[in-house]
């Protein structure tokens, strides 16, 4: 983090804000594109609420036993939760109208299991599509090529609704080694939303991380998911 930044949460929260800030502008694009996602995997309650009250709205948990004490404690901030870890379909019942949106939707399979689970909760969940932009073997996600095959059914899908896509690029030890994933999402993108299928937008991209966020967001990126920047390193 840079030493700019200063070591409180509330000063981390304030200068990812302004990084933010200035590389949508960079990119041409409009103020408020960009929504920052606070990672908070093993942080602890009291420091999620000061980075809410320094101006996070979205919170992101990785893990389902982790998040529900946070979210319960949480409850009186108004932040919104998104769930952006692998989800295990045995999970799905749990995760289901929790988080706002579900980032990491791997398979047709894990799908159909959340569009279940919505119908007997009598919503809508939205979610978005994992892609293995980096057609890694250690990560899950569908690949790029694969995307389009499946958006029809997604779309018959009555009570799940698919809003965008979400990759992780292989990690990249310069940021901008990573801009062609990100960019390759992006393109991707653009390509799936002119199938124009009913219940599928592809307005969210869910890309760049601490490292590189600033890259993602020039690429398109409307929500980056920050843990290390805001809230330090950490354990676990």
């Not at 800030?21 to 594109?33: F, H, L, M, P, Q």
């Not at 992101?60 to 952006?84: C, M, S, Y």
């Not at 995760?95 to 299991?113: P, Q, R």
């Not at 899950?140 to 694969?146: I, K, M, P, Q, S």
């Amino acid at each position: 983090m840079d030493a700019e930044a200063g070591d409180s949460i509330e000063n981390r929260v304030a200068f990812v804000f302004n990084q933010i800030r200035a590389a949508t502008r960079k990119a041409g694009r409009v103020d408020g594109s960009v929504q920052l996602v606070g990672a908070t995997k093993s942080v602890a309650i009291g420091d999620i609420r000061r980075a809410v009250d320094a101006g996070l709205t979205l919170a992101g948990e990785n893990r389902l036993q982790e998040a529900l004490p946070k979210i319960e404690a949480l409850k009186d901030t108004g932040v919104i939760w998104h769930f952006i870890g692998r989800l295990q379909r045995r999970k799905v019942r749990s995760v289901v109208g929790i988080f706002d949106l579900i980032h990491s939707v791997d398979s047709l399979e894990l799908a159909h299991e959340i569009d279940r689970r919505a119908r007997a909760a009598g919503l809508r969940q939205k979610i978005l599509l994992e892609v293995n932009i980096g057609e890694e073997h250690s990560k899950a996600g569908f690949l790029g090529d694969e995307v389009a095959g499946v958006l029809p059914q997604l779309g018959a899908l009555d009570h799940v609704a698919v809003c965008g896509l979400m990759a992780i690029p292989p990690l990249m030890r310069e940021p901008e080694r990573a801009r062609r994933y990100f960019r390759a999402l992006r393109d991707l993108a653009a390509r799936l939303i002119q199938q124009k299928i009913s219940r599928i937008s592809m307005d969210e991209l869910s890309m760049g991380m601490s490292h590189d966020y600033e890259v993602a967001i020039e690429e398109g990126a409307t929500l980056v998911r920050l843990g290390t920047a805001l809230f330090g390193e950490r354990r676990g």
